[in-house]
């Protein structure tokens, strides 16, 4: 083995390696495990997220695979419909100044496969460097002709049962990408805006109950005004109670509109009435409904105001009952020119009480960064109710279980109050919807245009189009565990791998994908998607704060494994950004956290940290130590396994002959079987902190620090029998490959490196075989040995005794002793007897003798172990006089650090002034002062004493 761990030499090539070798793929043997990916945009690259996701579902396959199951792990990536759309049409504009209405549809789309066959793997050579072991030969595209096949079966069926129906409903609408997106893909931010407050007059002579010919209603929005149909007031407000079912004449355009009653007025804000504007708000629209109010849109699409507005009833059926004349003066106007027009003609006609400015809330699309406008539009609805009560049922009955049970109440609630699902789209880029139009408008849903004539009896001079639309990515999505199986096909893959085992997903997702997948395949299939679900956090920055661009704490995985200088850490943080004084302070912060830039760390190193931050809260701080910290750990296994090969390879190991074995042999031999224990419980349980804990504690504490050392004394005695020889070198190599195996699904790739060279050793590897293939430990109660544990730990407690008697007299760590133990049992003298080599060896002794009467004790040094005394004699051992002025020098450095931290902190201005973190840091530092001149007196007061 190299002296040093590089992991960026042996990731590659294991990777490459395993893949070649097809390991990825199910056994067939076994009981079956699968997992679905959730299928990451082909135009993304891998994000904390993503990484953090991925080093979970891949220590559980490789986990599931070493217990001898036939594991799928199926990959694929979703085509992504706004993201890829947007990505191609700025590539063409950059490239040849074109739009696509320039290329038109066919062309266009074309464009967009050729993008992603020649750049839509960024992401899956991302995957590979974590060392996702996915079955790369089965990997799918929600958009490849299978997976199409499945889709049009789908919606075809749902319309057929009067599942999915068309219809004019209020959408989230981006008038910039002009199209309807999901809730998931708009971003609420918070800013200042105005409220502005405006009298309404009552018509037909009306007033109110304090005299006024007026009402007064508050907006945000004042173009939606001329959208207005009615004004509600709570029907518990007696001071409005009186003009229930009056009329308002609409300022500006001069229509009569009803004051209807509504709890939805808050009595207590403002003056409690409330325009209801249905077609221009999510809110009014629940409103309309409940009280029959029409639907008239003034926007269009690009979200200027209308010529002639659009009116309808409820069922999105034309009003030919009301007038659609709105004001020539906005015609064509930008809906937030068109604002300030209509607040400057309302004061101009006196009817703006006031403006207020308030923080508000608004809603923007994510991937444009527009304002989103809701709009009325024609779309395509799946009615959910009669789906969503299996999917409930599924989640009550325990089909489906969620880990931990706590967000099963997030799924509840959303499923019981589930909206119907609008999923269609206005791109070009996705799964065309398949229905076709006559002339007329009627349509015909098939999966074909042959089809359709052929199901509705059409005849051959009927011309057909079809519709412009395509499908939500969500709904494509929710057939994921059984379309990439080969769904509507009854393949052996859907019989094997469905239900599969588990989704593992953020929280944030549970209603957008999860919920859609449960309630899709149990519709589809009969069998619920996945038998459990685990939740993980959402990724963060070491302060909580969520990982963005534009905060600039971006962290990019890649970059953690191969490291990266400051000036390119800092280029990737603030590229792109318009405002140059903020890209200027995200620098700035940049290179006060990354001085040197990222070193390298490895793939390992940043898995097993993953890992270790995996606990069952929402929200995943990663922390930069933690990653060094574990970087570290991957170095003490790699120098602990070169120990082991120094002092095995070209030995007896007693895989034949008649073995020894020593206390510290029996004693890791049983603490292993605990480990074993735990990390497979752990990992059962979805611990994956747990887990990862319980392996860090055993290598570093256990093996490495203790056993490694306690072996020293038996391979390195000439005295020592060959059978003990042999018994020592035995159990190393046999642990250490225990612990390899254990390590491979948080660790692959350095498990896999050194396994290839003890293996052999430990006589447990075949000819070309690999660690991801060889079973998982199965600790083994006979193998206990509750008494080395305890006898271990007596001598683990004397040798740290004697250790913390040399830190505390300032005694070098080499320099040779005489021990005294004292006041102990009579298995205290026993475990004297049997350990003595043990002893002289790690505590760097002359001798270790029991003394049987305390009273005779000389002046030492001592520590306790349980009830007995390790007394270091500290005659001629220091110079007491010297040792006595040193520690008083000490003490006095010490008094004036402290006397400096008290009179900063005694300073009342200082304290009011400064940042209460600043402040938090000098109390820290004042605190451990303390305790370090605590420790530096108890020493001057044990040699004063001597």
Known sequence: MDKTYQPEQIETRWYQRWEADNRFAPSGEGQPFSIMIPPPNVTGSLHMGHAFQDTIMDTLVRYQRMKGRNTLWQVGTDHAGIATQMLVERKVAAEEGKSRHDLGREAFTDKIWEWKQESGGHITRQLRRMGASVDWTRERFTMDDGFYKAVQEVFVRLFDEGLIYRGKRLVNWDPTLHTAI????????????????????????????????????????????????????????????????????????????????????????????????????????EVGKRQGLALINVMTPEA?????????????????????????????????????????????????????????????????????????????????????????????????????????????????????????????????????????????????????????????????????????????????????????????????????????????????WVARMIMMTLK?????????????????????????????????????????????LVAKRTGNMMQPQKAKAIAKATQAEFPEGIEPHGTDALRFTFLSLATTGRDVKFDMGRLDGFRNFCNKLWNASRYVLMN????????????????????????????????????????????????????????????????????????????????TRRTLVRVLEAILRLAHPMMPFISEEIWQRVAPLAGTAAEGASLMTQPWPQADDARLDETAERDIEWLKGVIVAVRNIRAEMNLAPGKPLDVLLTKGGDADRERLVANRRFLAKLAKLDSAEWLDDPAEAPLAATQLVGDMEVLVPMAGLIDKDAELKRLGKELDKQDKFIGGLEKKLGNESFVAKAPAEVVEKERAKLAEAQASRQVLAEQRDKIAAL
């Not at 395509?380 to 299996?390: D, G, H, I, N, S």
């Not at 006559?438 to 999966?447: M, P, W």
């Not at 990724?539 to 995985?557: E, F, H, I, T």
């Not at 990390?679 to 504490?701: C, H, I, K």
Request: charged share 25%; net charge negative; aromatic share 10%.
């Open 648 to 727: 095995t390879e070209g030995e007896d190991v007693g895989l034949d002959g008649e073995v020894e074995l020593s206390l510290a042999d029996r004693w890791i031999v049983s603490r292993l079987q605990r480990t074993e224990r735990e990390v497979t419980r752990t990992l059962d349980d979805y611990r994956f902190d747990l887990a990862s804990q319980a392996l860090y504690e055993f290598v570093w504490n256990e093996y490495c620090d203790w056993y490694l050392e306690l072996s020293k004394p038996v391979l390195w005695d000439d005295n020592a029998s060959p059978a003990a020889k042999r018994g």
């Open 182 to 285: 999901s809730d998931l893909e708009v971003e609420n931010k918070e800013q200042q805006g105005q409220f502005w407050h405006f009298r309404y007059p009552l018509a037909d002579g009306a007033r109110t109950d304090a005299g006024l010919d007026h009402l007064v209603v508050a907006t945000t929005r004042p173009e939606t005004l001329l959208g207005d149909t009615g004004v509600a007031v709570n029907p518990d407000d007696p001071r409005y109670a009186s003009l229930i079912g009056k009329f308002i004449e609409l300022p500006l355009v001069g229509r009569r509109i009803p004051v209807v009653a509504d709890e939805h007025a808050d009595m207590d804000k403002g003056s409690g009435c409330v325009k209801i504007t249905p077609a221009h708000d999510f809110n009014d629209y």
């Open 524 to 568: 589809f299939t009969g069998e619920v998607p996945f038998r459990q679900v685990y939740v993980h956090g959402l990724v963060r920055d070491a302060q909580g704060q969520k990982m963005s661009k534009s905060k600039g704490n971006v962290l990019d995985p890649i970059d953690l494994i191969d490291g990266i200088d400051l000036d390119s």
């Open 304 to 512: 200027t105001i209308r010529e002639r507005a659009e009116a309808f009833d409820l069922q999105g059926r034309p009003r030919d009952d009301i007038d659609p004349a709105l004001p020539a003066a906005y015609a064509g106007l930008d809906r937030y020119a068109a604002r300030e027009r209509i607040v400057a003609d309302m004061e101009a006609a006196g009817l703006l009480e006031k403006t207020e400015t308030i923080t508000n809330t608004l809603p923007y699309g994510d991937r444009s960064g527009d304002v989103i406008e809701p709009l009325l539009t024609d779309q395509w609805f799946v009615a959910v109710e009669t789906l969503a009560k299996p999917a409930i049922e599924a989640v009550e009955n325990g089909d489906i279980q969620f880990v931990p049970k706590n967000y099963e109440n997030m799924y509840f609630a959303w499923m019981r109050d589930l909206q119907d699902w609008c999923i269609s789209r206005q791109l070009w880029w996705g799964h065309r919807i398949p229905a076709w139009y006559d002339a007329e408008g009627n349509v015909y849903v098939a999966r074909s245009e042959a089809e359709a004539r052929d199901k509705y009896g059409l005849a051959a001079d009927v011309a057909l189009a079809q519709d412009e639309d395509v499908l939500d990515t969500w709904f494509s999505s929710g057939l994921w565990t059984f379309g990439t199986l080969g769904w509507p096909e009854p393949t052996p893959e859907l019989a094997t791998f469905h239900p599969s085992s588990v989704l593992v997903t953020g929280f944030d997702i549970i209603f957008f």
